[in-house]
């Protein structure tokens, strides 16, 4: 079982840029899928970006497509990965979770594939 633990949210304006990261203990995270997924009080999670096993493969929702960019480090320790969010808007405010896909052959944008999630950290964007 992997643990995640997601760092790097902050407070920032309209037109920053703010970097997450998500870092793991107890597996590689080679071995999983990644995504980044947001919620907001009184809202579904929702997915964010995905990135595959070795990065082959990455997926963006289209309300951030163009502004946040997924990557992954597998080469340090039991790897990383980031999600560099640029031109942040009020509306990208939420607690963003990073989580780990165990099982799927594909890459996958439904929450219901990730089988590890961490605890979140919160991203507030003012104007």
């Known amino acids: 079982q992997v643990q995640l633990l997601e760092s790097g949210g902050g407070l920032v304006q309209a037109g920053d840029s703010l970097r997450l990261s998500c870092a793991a203990s107890?597996?590689?995270?080679?071995?999983?899928?990644m995504g980044w997924f947001r919620q907001t009080p009184g809202k579904e999670r929702e997915f964010v970006a995905a990135?595959?096993?070795?990065?082959?493969?990455?997926?963006?929702a289209d309300s951030v497509k163009g502004r946040f960019t997924i990557s992954r480090d597998n080469a340090k320790g039991t790897g990383t990965v980031i999600l560099q969010m640029d031109s942040l808007k009020p509306e990208d405010t939420a607690v963003y979770y990073c989580?780990?896909?165990?099982?799927?052959?594909?890459?996958?944008?439904?929450?219901?594939?990730?089988?590890?999630w961490g605890q979140g950290t919160q991203v507030t964007v003012s104007l």
């Open positions: 989580a780990a896909d165990r099982d799927s052959l594909t890459l996958r944008r439904t929450k219901e594939n990730y089988d590890y």
């Open positions: 107890g597996r590689t995270l080679t071995l999983y899928h």
């Open positions: 990135i595959s096993r070795i990065g082959g493969d990455i997926y963006y």
